[in-house]
């Protein structure tokens, strides 16, 4: 095949997914869980993904972990069935589970062949519905967690972003913590408070379930229902957060690492705010845009002083962050930081040229249909779209969102939200004695 044609016949096949409208049908159960539905039979399975506010933003200070820890104890034993016998079942139906926590919600996931489709199912809704919480295995699961914990504290670039988060939020903010908290609080937790914890915040009032595949939607109600009926309650409201003030500032942490790991930045915006996706277009010109953005020039292609350097403004309920993250050999950290910082500047005063929008725009909406073209990714975004209102036609609206942006509103949202001079900056590299 001519390499005309592989690029026509990719053209034709990117605008065919493009075209094709991703509409869920919305409800809501007898109990109150909101659910979205995408009928998408191309393939013999289907993903669910429901999504739970009880992030860790609702942990107790001096109980870190607390959400993460519960959210790994639910398929620790359920019904009358062990961790084992839960696993085991999964694994002979071929279905993929998991559970995740950040820090503003819960995510359980199931991916199921049509095939054992509502055999999976009844066993996610027991899971979800009817933990046990054996006292051996949270003994276990809390071990793991602190091992996690441990590992993580070895990682220099895990580190140098649980430190930004620490100096950028300060102690009165939730963010501040890492989601699974800190060895001391950790250990600290009982399982009583753990039970108490899923009593309170695993209910389907707030809670919503995301169903991207081979499904027949009507059918598929009348079944969630059946296996939700008993889970009733309302979730409590998130809590009143303050928005964090600017801490700028620099800190060294030093750690026998070959390469300096580098975060610099500060508050950024919540998502809902009007003007996301014009920063988002925003940062894609100055560090998101991988090989092709002013960061990456600067600092990789004409520095060469990191192989890989990005930033980005963290889409969040409460006010996220903007960072630049990067990599470098320890003696060049300092000159790689006000290089950088430079950088960032002359975008910030200068703004964009009109070709840098139009390529960024272009690539932006050019690659989002590949993103969205699987169940699991659709189902991902969906459960984004709607945990942040962001509407049930979000990706559908994208690209058009995108190409509304002007060069005017990049320059505009740069000087308002961007800051070089308030700039946290946190280090780990080796420090020589």
């Known amino acids: 095949m001519s390499r005309l044609l592989i690029i026509l016949f990719g053209g034709l ?9 991703i509409t869920p049908k919305i409800t809501k159960l007898d109990n109150g869980l909101e659910v979205w539905v995408v009928e ?6 289907a993903v669910f993904k429901l999504v ?18 519960t959210s790994q104890m639910i398929s620790e034993g359920a019904g009358n069935m062990t961790a084992v016998e839960i696993s085991d079942k999964f694994e002979f139906m071929g279905a993929d589970f998991g559970v995740d926590c950040n820090k503003d919600y819960v995510t359980v996931s199931l991916k199921v062949t049509k095939g054992y489709m509502d ?30 914990i441990l590992k993580d504290q070895e990682d220099p670039g895990i580190v140098a972003a649980q430190e930004f988060d620490e100096l950028v939020y300060g102690k009165e903010h939730p963010y501040h913590r890492p989601v699974k908290g800190y060895i001391d609080t950790v250990r600290s937790i009982s399982l009583d408070e753990v039970k108490e914890f899923y009593k309170v ?21 009348k079944e969630l229902n059946s296996l939700f009926k008993d889970w009733v309650g309302k979730a409590p409201s998130y809590p009143k957060v303050e928005t964090p003030k600017f801490h700028p500032g620099k800190k060294v942490v030093p750690k026998d690492v070959v390469q300096a790991n580098i975060v610099i930045g500060h508050i950024g915006v919540k998502r809902s705010n009007p003007d996301f996706i014009k920063l988002y277009v925003a940062n894609q ?7 092709t953005s002013r960061l990456f020039e600067k600092i990789r292609e004409e520095k060469g002083y990191s192989y890989s350097v990005y930033s980005m403004f963290l889409p969040t309920l409460y006010t996220g962050t903007f960072r630049i993250v990067l990599q470098t050999k320890n003696a060049s950290a300092d000159e790689a930081i006000k290089d950088v910082i430079s950088e960032v500047k002359e975008f910030v005063e200068k703004g964009p040229t009109e070709k840098e929008l139009e390529d960024a725009k272009r690539y932006l909406t050019g690659s989002f249909p590949l993103k969205i073209d699987t169940n699991e990714e659709i189902a991902s975004y969906l459960a984004f779209a709607a945990f942040h209102k962001l509407g049930p036609d979000y990706l559908n609206r994208f690209t058009d969102m995108v190409n509304e942006v002007t060069l005017d509103d990049v320059k505009r949202v740069a000087k308002e939200y961007i800051h070089p001079d308030k700039f946290t900056i946190v280090v780990v590299r080796k ?3």
């Open 13 to 21: 096949l990117m605008a065919t997914v493009a075209m094709a409208k």
């Open 285 to 291: 010109i100055l560090g998101g845009g991988g090989l």
């Open 40 to 45: 998408r039979k191309v393939l013999p399975f």
């Open 201 to 221: 915040h695993y209910l389907p009032e707030g809670s919503i379930l995301v169903v991207v595949g081979d499904v027949d939607y009507e059918p598929l109600i």
């Open 431 to 433: 420090v020589e004695k």
């Open 52 to 69: 739970i506010p009880a992030g860790s933003v609702f942990d107790p200070e001096s109980k870190a972990g607390l959400a993460y820890l």
């Open 119 to 148: 055999e999976a199912l009844k066993l996610f809704a027991t899971v979800v519905t009817e933990p046990t919480f054996p006292a051996k295995e949270f003994v276990r699961v809390k071990n793991e967690v602190v091992g996690e």
